[in-house]
């Protein structure tokens, strides 16, 4: 039997050329969705956005749900600690305490598709945490059931309570929502609605205060819903001390296919410019914020216009400046040198088929990871910064047997250090990794605190880095206690009290 993702990727469809990365993902247009008919006996997920395909029989590999090492210092285990029992197709993550209880709560963004077998339900969800751990169903659904590419949280009616932000859309393009915080949780119910002109499919939000007055902005990254309407600008929505307007108060000059937003200061002027990521036939970009007036055309772009899904800013090399990851074939990193970006770093990993990337400091020694899923081959892959340097080869794979849809970080076990959060699409969706901390006080992971740990925990004292090579990355880690960033006499104090002698 001819594999019908092949026949599709190898075709043009509208003009547009078709990308095939392999036998069972292709790059699709909107126009192709119609043409797909599923075999029965074949599982079929597609993307949030619907341009990606993956045909689940004829994508499993021998390493499926298990977990690969390249290198040390990625402190995961090789299975979930926990995950959920439900099946959805998961388009977004949030990491927050939702209601209070000082305990990170994670909030879920469920999308429809015509994936096969179909989907029963796609409402979001909230998992409570119910005190170092999840709670195996979730408690809060969204009253309302359309699909949602992403979610964010942020107070964004200055009321101090987290509200969330649902970027909805899917073939209905339907209107971003926010469900509004309240002491004990969010409404499950949503009052505002977005209203864009001639409506658009939300494929990512980034909720930031770009122009510093004190309250939260959001921005959507866009497509239409056809070949007839496939493109729309990115879309802004300015908080005006706490009112949010349901139409967008800025758009892009450019109308295309965004996939991912993220703010970061390129020039150093104090004000974080909008890195944009955009899909076949666009070029990703930069756009300049000037003084809290964001530009509408891009001051900085790759040259590009290859398929880009995902990006992200972390001053990687510790000169003060933010690098740009983008999420292209193969992961980039940008670095920058006083507002000047170079390609300085690309990802040795075997495939590429983003669905989300980001930073986290996954080990604690003070500088940013780069972590990124997969919706291609279902992998998550961590690539540890040592000394400003990212590791090619992933430092730590995670292979999943259905598709990456979403990846994020929080401290779910209250040990501070933080767990991965990783989205599906499929059963289970929702998976957590705890982050395997040493002992307190065990600086050296020996088992005991004695005075090898006292040697280690006055070397850290300055902090790690280059400048400080006595300094090893775990042991500045397990000494800074209250995880502040370093290592001072609040720590030493509760260093003392789990000390307890000996060689």
């Excluded at 942020?154 to 469900?179: E, K, L, Q």
Aim: aromatic residues 10%; glycine residues 10%.
């Amino acid at each position: 039997m001819v594999n019908w993702a092949e026949s599709i990727g190898n075709s043009d469809h509208d003009g547009v050329p078709m990308k095939n990365t392999g036998s069972t993902i292709v790059a699709m247009t909107l126009a192709c969705i119609a043409t797909v008919r599923a075999d029965d006996r074949e599982p079929v997920e597609i993307s949030d956005d619907s341009r990606e395909i993956i045909v689940i029989a004829e994508s499993r590999s021998a390493t499926d749900n298990s977990v690969t090492l390249q290198g040390s210092g990625v402190r995961y285990g090789l299975t979930p600690d926990w995950q959920n029992t439900v099946r959805r197709q998961v388009g977004g993550l949030a990491v927050a305490d939702m209601n209070g209880d000082g305990w990170a709560d994670v909030v879920v963004g469920c999308y429809t598709s015509q994936s096969f077998p179909p989907y029963e339900d796609w409402e979001n969800l909230i998992y409570y945490n119910t005190g170092n751990q999840l709670e195996s169903n979730a408690s809060w659904v969204s009253t309302d059931e359309v699909s949602t590419g992403d979610i964010k949280v942020a107070d964004i009616n200055g009321d101090t309570y987290p509200d969330v932000f649902a970027a909805n859309g899917g073939f209905a393009m339907s209107r971003s929502v926010i469900y509004w915080g309240t002491p004990t949780g969010p409404a499950t119910t949503p009052t505002w609605h977005s209203s864009e002109p001639g409506l658009a499919w939300n494929n990512h939000a980034v909720l930031f205060d770009f122009d510093h007055d004190g309250d939260v902005d959001v921005f959507t990254a866009n497509q239409g819903n056809s070949p007839n309407d496939p493109f729309r600008p990115i879309y802004a929505f300015i908080n005006d001390d706490g009112t949010l307007p349901t139409f967008p108060s800025w758009q892009s000059a450019e109308i295309s296919i965004q996939g991912f937003l993220a703010f970061g200061d390129l020039d150093g002027d104090g004000w974080e410019d909008l890195a944009v990521s955009k899909w076949a036939n666009f070029q990703s970009g930069i756009y300049k914020n000037a003084a809290g007036s964001l530009q509408t055309t891009p001051i900085w772009t790759t040259g590009d216009t290859d398929t880009d899904k995902g990006v992200a800013w972390a001053d990687v090399d510790g000169n003060g400046r933010p690098d740009l990851a983008l999420g292209h074939d193969p992961t980039l990193l940008y670095s920058n040198n006083d507002g000047v970006l170079s390609h300085t770093w690309s990802s040795g990993a075997p495939f590429f088929g983003h669905a989300d990337i980001t930073f986290e400091d996954v080990d604690r020694d003070g500088d940013q990871d780069l972590a990124e899923t997969h919706f291609s081959d279902g992998r998550v892959h961590i690539y540890l910064n040592r000394d400003g340097v990212l590791d090619t080869i992933p430092t730590w794979t995670y292979d999943s047997s259905s598709v990456g849809t979403a990846i994020a970080f929080g401290d779910i076990n209250g040990d501070n250090w933080p767990d991965l959060i990783v989205g599906n699409s499929g059963e289970p969706c929702v998976k957590v990794f705890y982050a395997n901390a040493p002992a307190p006080g065990d600086l050296n992971d020996d088992g005991t605190v004695n005075l090898n740990d006292y040697e280690l925990f006055t070397q850290c004292a300055a902090g790690p880095g280059i400048s400080n090579p006595g300094c090893d990355p775990l042991a500045f880690a397990t000494a800074d206690q209250d995880a502040d960033g370093d290592v001072d006499f609040a720590d030493f104090g509760h260093f003392q009290s789990l000390f307890t002698g000996g060689p």
